[in-house]
């Protein structure tokens, strides 16, 4: 079993920054890639960004790319998002979530082997 526990989520103005976290683990944690979803009121789970276990292949979704950047620091098993000139459409309970044997694909919510709880984010006008 592999936990995630997801924390950095606030309240923040438009144009602001957040920086998301989320640490991983349990009895034997090796994730491969590890991903960010959201989810916002009345909408289904979409993807947001994606990085490969070496650190060196990132994916964004149109909607955050070059605003949005995330990392990962496997001596730690944590994976951040950092947040920049964030929108009020990006209000949302943001979802990290881990692979456990690699996968080509990982963009989609089916790619992924565990989630977190989620972290509110919330961008005001």
Aim: proline share 2%.
């Amino acid at each position: 079993q592999v936990q995630l526990v997801e924390s950095g989520g606030g309240l923040v103005s438009a144009g602001g920054s957040l920086r998301l976290s989320c640490a991983a683990s349990g009895r034997t944690v090796i994730t491969y890639s590890m991903g960010w979803f959201r989810q916002a009121p009345g909408k289904t789970r979409e993807f947001v960004a994606a990085i490969r276990r070496n650190g060196g292949t990132t994916y964004y979704s149109d909607s955050v790319k070059g605003r949005f950047t995330i990392s990962r620091d496997n001596a730690k098993n944590t994976v951040h998002l950092q947040m920049n000139s964030l929108k009020p459409e990006d209000t949302a309970v943001y979802y990290c979530a881990a692979q456990t044997y690699a996968r080509t694909r990982v963009t989609s919510r089916n790619d992924y082997d565990y989630w977190g709880q989620g972290t509110q984010v919330t961008v005001s006008s």
